[in-house]
Every structure is written in structure tokens, then in C-alpha cells.
């Protein structure tokens, strides 16, 4: 199957940066989309960013202009680079990918990453 491996969390304070990383590995033919969804204590899962397979970004209103999304197809890894951090960007965030496994079918799955918490403090 396919693994989600993610790093980059952290505690920073208001204004400050992070990187997060996640990469791919596994049996994968091709990977479609890859993203960025967060989930703060007691609400739902949201999409942050997401990345198309040829560099077409999606990014959720509350992040444009502070995060960037980039990949690195030959690397099976998608980045998220984070600034100008507010409190409310506080939560855990979850790498996803839309994976084609077989080569004979075309059907592509979702996957997901364990998660990494991202504090940050005013």
C-alpha cells in the first residue's frame, strides 16, 4: 500500500514560519492530487492547500498570501511552507494524496498521514 510520513510541526510564535514535508512511498504508479487539510480542538477537517499533478494550487481563503504549497514529483513529496503564522493556524495538519496503485487499473485511492501538530502562540 502506500505511506503518508510527515515532519516538519511545531510550536513557533505568532508571526514566525514553518516547513512541513510529506512523503510518499510504497507501490505508486502516479500520484494525482496532493494536499494540506488541518483540524483545530473541536471542529472539522479542512482543506488548506492541495497541489494537481502539473502545479495547479488550491488554497483555502484564510491562508492566501501566508502559505505555499509546492511538490517535487520525482520525490513523491509535497511541501507546505508557512508564514506570517497566526494563533487560529493552531492545529493538527494531515498530508493527503490520490494515489494510482495499479497499473492496470485506473482507479486512484486517498491516503492519508498520521498527522503533525502545529502550535502557535501569540
Known amino acids: 500500500q502506500v505511506q503518508l510520513v510527515e515532519s516538519g510541526g511545531g510550536l513557533v510564535q505568532a508571526g514566525g514560519s514553518l516547513r512541513l514535508s510529506c512523503a510518499a512511498s510504497?507501490?505508486?504508479?502516479?500520484?494525482?492530487?496532493m494536499g494540506w487539510y488541518r483540524q483545530a480542538p473541536g471542529k472539522q477537517r479542512e482543506l488548506v492547500a492541495d497541489?494537481?499533478?502539473?502545479?495547479?494550487?488550491n488554497y483555502a481563503d484564510s491562508v492566501k498570501g501566508r502559505f505555499t504549497i509546492s511538490r517535487d514529483n520525482a520525490k513523491n513529496t509535497v511541501y507546505l511552507q508557512m508564514n506570517s503564522l497566526k494563533p487560529e493556524d493552531t492545529a493538527v495538519y494531515y498530508c493527503?494524496?490520490?494515489?494510482?496503485?495499479?497499473?492496470?487499473?485506473?482507479?486512484?485511492?486517498?491516503?492519508w498521514g498520521q498527522g503533525t501538530q502545529v502550535t502557535v502562540s501569540s
Open positions: 497541489i494537481s499533478s502539473g502545479g495547479s494550487t
Open positions: 493527503n494524496a490520490n494515489v494510482r496503485i495499479w497499473a492496470w487499473n485506473p482507479n486512484a485511492y486517498d491516503y
Open positions: 510504497g507501490i505508486i504508479i502516479n500520484i494525482n492530487t
